[in-house]
C-alpha cells in the first residue's frame, strides 16, 4: 500500500526503551529518550502517528532463539561471561527493555505493511545469535521481526538491509540456510565483530570511507538486490556509527551523507512498490544531541516520502 501526502508517518516508540545504566558504561542508553525529544522538536517537518508498542512475548523470541538461552536471560541465570559478552549486567529491567525494543520492530513491521513505510526510534541487535547474546544485542529484532512476518504469513521474501558499521554477523548466522530471507551488510572491515560471518552479501569498506564512495557501493548493489531477490518487504538498520565522527566506526560520512544514505535505501525501496521498516541501529557518540540529531536523518528522510 503506497503512502499517501495526506498520510503522517508510523513512529514507534516506547518511554522504556531507555532505562538507567551505571555511571559511565559506555552504551548510550540515553539516546532513546533524547531521540524522541529531536523529533518532537521536529514536528512542523516530520507528520508522525506515534506508535506505542507492547512487549515481544516467548513465542516470537523462540522462532530464532535457542530454549536454553531464552530462559537464561529471561529469568536471570546467565552466566558472568555471558553477561560480559552482552556488554550488560543482567536485570529485570534490562529484560523489559529487551523485550520494549523487539516489540517496536514488530509493530514496525506491521505499521510498514499497512502504509508503506514506519520507523522504530530503536532496535538493530544485529549481533545476537541464536544461543548467545553479543555487542550490547541481547534479542535479534531483526531477526525476530522477519521470522514473525513470515510465520505468519503476511510475505513469502525479505531483504535486511544493514548498514550500521559493523557486521550483522548474528543476524547472518542465524538466516544462512534460510533462502526467503536476504541478508545484505554493509560494514567496515576492520571492526567489530573480529570473526565475521557469511551474510548473503557483505560489503567490506576500508577505514575512512567517506560519503562518495559509499554511496556509490551502495548505488551498485541495492537496486539490483532488488530486481534480483525480489523481496515483499525490506527490513532496513540505518546504523548511523559509519560517521566520522562516532567513536566506534571509523568511517567518514557526514551528517548530509547519512541522510543522503537513509533517503536512496528509502526512496528505492518505496519506487520498487516495496513496504520498509526500519530501525536505528549503532551510533556511539558520547554527546547525546549531536548522536540524537543523526539517528533523526533517518525519521527526516522517511518524512519526505509520506
Known amino acids: 500500500m503506497p503512502l499517501t501526502p495526506a498520510m503522517p508517518l508510523p513512529l514507534i516508540h516506547h518511554p522504556g526503551y531507555t532505562i538507567e545504566l551505571p555511571p559511565r558504561h559506555p552504551f548510550p542508553m540515553a539516546k532513546f529518550r533524547v531521540l524522541r525529544n529531536t523529533l518532537a522538536a521536529d514536528e512542523n517537518e516530520i507528520r508522525a502517528e506515534w506508535i506505542t508498542p507492547q512487549a515481544a512475548n516467548e513465542t516470537s523470541l523462540a522462532r530464532v532463539h535457542t530454549p536454553d538461552y531464552l530462559r537464561a536471560f529471561l529469568g536471570g541465570s546467565l552466566s558472568e561471561a555471558a553477561q560480559r559478552r552482552s556488554g550488560f549486567r543482567w536485570s529485570e529491567a534490562l529484560v523489559e527493555r529487551t523485550l520494549l525494543e523487539v516489540g517496536g520492530t514488530l509493530a514496525s513491521v506491521e505499521a510498514a505493511l499497512d502504509t508503506g513505510l514506519a520507523c522504530n526510534t530503536a532496535g538493530g541487535t544485529h549481533h545476537a545469535h541464536a544461543d548467545a547474546a553479543s555487542g550490547y544485542c541481547l534479542i535479534n529484532d531483526l531477526a525476530v521481526a522477519a521470522a514473525h512476518a513470515l510465520a505468519k504469513r503476511w510475505v513469502a521474501r525479505i531483504l535486511i538491509v544493514d548498514l550500521d558499521v559493523h557486521q550483522g554477523d548474528g543476524t547472518a548466522r542465524l538466516f544462512r540456510h ?118 533523526a536523518q533517518l525519521h527526516r528522510a522517511a518524512s519526505t516520502l509520506t
Open 178 to 295: 534460510n533462502h526467503r530471507i536476504f541478508t545484505f551488510s554493509m560494514h567496515g572491515a576492520a571492526n567489530f565483530p573480529a570473526r565475521k560471518q557469511h551474510s548473503d552479501l557483505d560489503i567490506a569498506l576500508p577505514r575512512g570511507t567517506g560519503d562518495d564512495d559509499y554511496l556509490a557501493h551502495l548505488k551498485a548493489s541495492l537496486p539490483q538486490l532488488l530486481a534480483q531477490f525480489a523481496p515483499d518487504l525490506v527490513l532496513y538498520d540505518a546504523g548511523v556509527d559509519v560517521h566520522a565522527d562516532d567513536r566506534l566506526g571509523h568511517l567518514a560520512l557526514s551528517d548530509t551523507g547519512l541522510f543522503a544514505r537513509d533517503h536512496y535505501v528509502l526512496a528505492t525501496c518505496r519506487e520498487a512498490g516495496l513496504p520498509v521498516a526500519a530501525v536505528i541501529g549503532g551510533g556511539y557518540d558520547r554527546d547525546l544531541e549531536a548522536l540524537a540529531d543523526r539517528h
